[in-house]
């Protein structure tokens, strides 16, 4: 076990002024200081709010799907519904509603699975995985004007084999798979009643 002297510090934020304000994002300049060396370093901090990401389970052991071209790797990206969650909206509400708009699915029994930072070395914001059960198609799907996305409902299992093969490439993604094995695990026998 680590002595307490060999534990990370805590670094002492003495400022933070804005560099420059995107519509996706906002970067910073944030002061610290080290507790115990006394050195003073100026970090950059993307300022990004909060996502939300949906594992829409069918009544058959079906997951929703999307895939859609993505400009960051210039490249089409297989994934789950998600977005950005408006500031103060709840993560439930927001994951039914990129979920109805994506997809056109709705469903029950909606509820956080977990929290995950996407990369806190320099991103403040957080993605909440929501799942939701029993989904079905309930709407016409309401894209945002830059959306263009096929909806796939494949069998989980499927989707996990994906994962493995390096089809699913989208971190986040992959962290919400995680999260839901354990929920998948307890379901599993109960798919053979179908």
């Keep these: ?13 003495l400022g933070e002024e804005s560099l ?3 519509p996706i994002l906002d970067l910073h300049r944030a002061h610290y200081r080290h507790p115990r060396r006394g050195r003073e370093r100026d970090f950059i ?3 990004v709010p909060d996502w939300v990401n949906v594992l829409a389970l069918t009544p058959d052991h079906r997951l929703v799907l ?4 993505r400009f960051g790797t ?12 408006e500031r103060g909206e709840d993560p439930v509400a927001g994951g039914l509603r990129e979920l109805r708009e994506e997809t056109g699915y709705s469903g ?3 509820r956080v699975l977990g929290r995950v930072h996407p990369n806190p070395a320099i991103q403040n914001n957080t993605c909440h995985i929501v799942l939701v059960e029993d989904a079905t198609i309930a709407a016409a799907t309401q894209w945002d004007q830059d959306e263009e996305i096929a909806v796939n409902v494949l069998p989980v299992d499927e989707v996990y084999a994906l994962a493995r093969a390096g089809r699913i490439t ?10 839901f ?14």
């Design 1 to 13: 076990m680590s002595s307490p002297e060999a534990a990370p510090a805590r670094w002492e934020k």
């Design 170 to 179: 989208h971190a986040l993604v992959l962290d919400a798979l995680l999260h």
């Design 20 to 22: 420059a304000a995107t």
């Design 66 to 69: 999307v895939t859609q071209f």
């Design 181 to 194: 094995a354990p929920v998948w695990a307890g379901l599993r026998p109960l798919k053979s009643e179908i």
């Design 74 to 85: 210039n490249d089409f990206s297989l994934e789950i519904p998600g977005g950005v969650l």
């Design 45 to 47: 901090v993307l300022d």
């Design 108 to 110: 029950k029994n909606a």
